[in-house]
């Protein structure tokens, strides 16, 4: 579409606005039916449940709820008239992330958000030129707090070291250890993308450094690093989202801003895409609205425990407790664990820690036989 659709009669607004729905419920089919595992489990427990001591839905249950969230996917993509279907996929899933918490991916954080805006918009509560802006506002916060996560000593030094790692004897060792020094530059470069993105300046240059900048990550974490597939899933999706949203935009966003200022959903979606992730930056949220992806500024945790422990746990626990050196000693990581049961993101909020570590203190006999330690940018920070 070569023409600022803003500017143009609200039946081709309209059209504009069924087309980026078609573009993001089909990413969304495709991270779902990738991330099935996080939807699916076989596990006799739910990973993350809302509620302490609940039971997980039961599997052939959790197959038929899987299904009608597929199924709901399709309708949403090809239906113009789409409300039930909208009303039924976010029934379903909120019952899913009732039972696990960890369904609350954040690339799905994303979907669902633009799925929250369309379906305001579909009951007639907003208009199409806002339905566009909270869409274009949306991208521009989640690249400025992308890079805003990403000035951190950890990220400098462990996070990208580990990105451009690949590079290591591919290239001569001095352009290696320039681009290794450059961690600081990317994080500005990221960062300044939501900025570049929203003035109309600026907007045509920065589309082709965010392009970039996604196909660069592609290609490291996709594929030298055989990353997971939602990685590429993902990068594609921002890639097309930010070509139909800001590639042909002509639209002053500052002007938009202040027009919109004195709406309820203006408000509702920066304490989504503002207020939340600030929240979190500071310690009071859940990690996975602030774009916490690859930044290293999260927990790390390991759960030590007694061999005579390790004995006694479930069969689906079992696999992932290491034994150790020291002979009467294993070790469970959790990263490790989550990410071969989810199949995607790891979840590293501390409350998701500590439900883990619970797993095992009906097997323990004293206190000592089991004890969490976690780590924060590299220092341990506490254990219990």
Known sequence: MNENVLNKEPRDSNFFIEELKKI????????????????INHRDFPLLPFIEGINDIPVFLNFILYAALV????????????KVYLSFFFLIYFVLLFYDANRIQPFLFTFLSFFLFYYFYKL????SKFTVYTCKLIFILAYFFSGFNKFNHSFFSYSYVKLVEPLKGLIPNDLFDIIKSLGLIVAALEFFIGFGLFFKATRKFTFYIAIILHLLIIYFLGYLQNGTATVVIYNVFCMVMIYYLFMNDKQNLW?????????LFFHVSLILFFVLPMFNYFGYGIDLISYDLYTGNYRFCFVVMKNSVREKVPPSLKPYCIVTKYKDYSIFYTDYFIYHETKAVLYRETWAFMRIKKLFDPYKQKKGDVIMVVFRNGKREYYF
């Open 24 to 39: 993001v419920s089909f990413f969304c089919l495709v991270y779902v039916l990738v991330t099935y595992k996080i939807f």
């Open 71 to 82: 199924i709901s996917l399709v309708f949403i993509y090809q239906k113009e008239d789409n």
């Open 124 to 127: 007639g509560w907003i208009d």
């Open 255 to 263: 002007v938009e801003t202040k027009q919109y200022s004195k709406k």
